[in-house]
């Protein structure tokens, strides 16, 4: 089972800075709240893509956020998961180990094929059948290109480029890939020249790779192994504030069915219900322990419409008042 923890990239926020979008702008955009970008955190599949349209909203143009955005992001400012395909051995292994650690970052997973003179790499969605933003399709792939070129330091161009979605300006993403693109494929796929997957990469670093990997595997390991449940309630406490928390809404985040869901919890011997209160009560717990927070934002930051709601949920799970567990919580820590 795939999480849909998504990890948001501190370096993709800079290179967006970069261009000259602000994360302020970038989160009024997304209709998102700002601590999400500045602060590390992991979001949700839809709040991921929200990002990303977002982005290509304030951009103006698909294929020139496209371009702009790879090659004004500097290698130094690449994640883990990417630092290992940069210092890979050539580009065969640094493609191969993209796809195995893209399992790290959903929404999206890659599979590669090689078959005469062409190599063929597609892009799959983990979560279910809805497609990523245009800008996010065309980024990932086009980045498989920018890897070559940055790793080998030659000018690799691609064979051909098939999109399932309009893309913008697709004379300036020809001009990038070096190769005709089709548009209104029925997938999204990168086609090399075989050939360039031998070529050594200038970047490689064994040291360096010798350290990631193993972390790396051991994450992929952990991920794998969570429960339905913890992704679950993990997704309800990413979208309590303002947000559908439904049964249905879930189980779309997750790429199956409600029927489907509710089956896998009761396997875990646990309901869509508890979860929900279990969400609701932890952040509840953690909200209250933020003086900044007054009860009625609480309230709302966790799903209730009013505060009589709150507080009547909130008796039950700690047999006490929210104001009366805050202050004795700042009791028992004076350095909280």
Not at 187 to 202: I, K, Q, V
Not at 241 to 263: C, F, K, P, Y
Request: aromatic share 8%.
């Amino acid at each position: 089972m795939k999480s849909d923890r998504i990890k948001f990239p501190v370096g993709l926020l800079a290179g967006l800075q970069r261009l000259g979008i602000a994360p302020l702008d970038l989160a009024r955009k997304a209709r998102l709240p700002l601590t999400i970008l500045t602060e590390p955190a992991e979001v949700t599949t839809a709040q991921y893509f929200r990002i990303w349209q977002a982005y290509s909203d304030l951009i103006g143009d698909t294929a020139t956020g496209i371009i702009k955005l790879l090659t004004n992001f500097e290698t130094t400012q690449y994640p883990p998961t990417v630092l290992a395909t940069y210092h890979a051995r050539d580009y065969r292994d640094a493609l191969i180990r993209m796809a195995r650690y893209k399992q790290l970052c959903p929404p999206e997973s890659l599979r590669i094929a090689e078959e005469g003179e062409r190599c063929t790499i597609e892009l799959k969605w983990m979560q279910g059948e809805q497609p990523g933003p245009p800008v996010l399709v065309g980024t990932t792939l086009a980045f498989l290109l920018e890897l070559g070129r940055r790793g080998t330091g030659q000018p690799i161009t691609a064979m051909s480029v098939e999109f399932s979605q309009p893309m913008g300006d697709v004379a300036a993403l020809e001009a990038y890939f070096g190769c005709p693109i089709r548009i209104g494929g029925t997938s999204n796929r990168l086609t090399l020249h075989r050939s360039d997957l031998d070529r050594h990469f200038l970047s490689y670093n064994n040291e360096l790779l010798e350290i990631l990997t193993p972390v790396l595997d051991r994450s992929l390991d952990e991920q794998c192994s969570r429960s339905v449940a913890e992704m679950v309630k993990w997704i309800l406490k990413r979208s309590l504030t303002g947000g559908r928390h439904d049964i249905r809404a879930v189980a779309s985040e997750l790429g199956m069915s409600d029927r489907t869901l509710q089956r896998r919890l009761t396997d875990e011997s646990t309901s869509f219900k508890q979860l929900l209160s279990l969400a609701r009560h932890e952040q509840a717990r953690e909200y209250l322990a933020d003086p900044n927070l007054d009860i009625k934002e609480v309230a709302f930051l966790i799903g209730y419409e009013d505060q009589n709601s709150f507080y009547r949920a909130f008796r039950l799970w700690e047999g006490d008042t929210p104001s009366n567990w805050r202050s004795e919580y700042f009791r028992s820590d004076p350095t909280a």
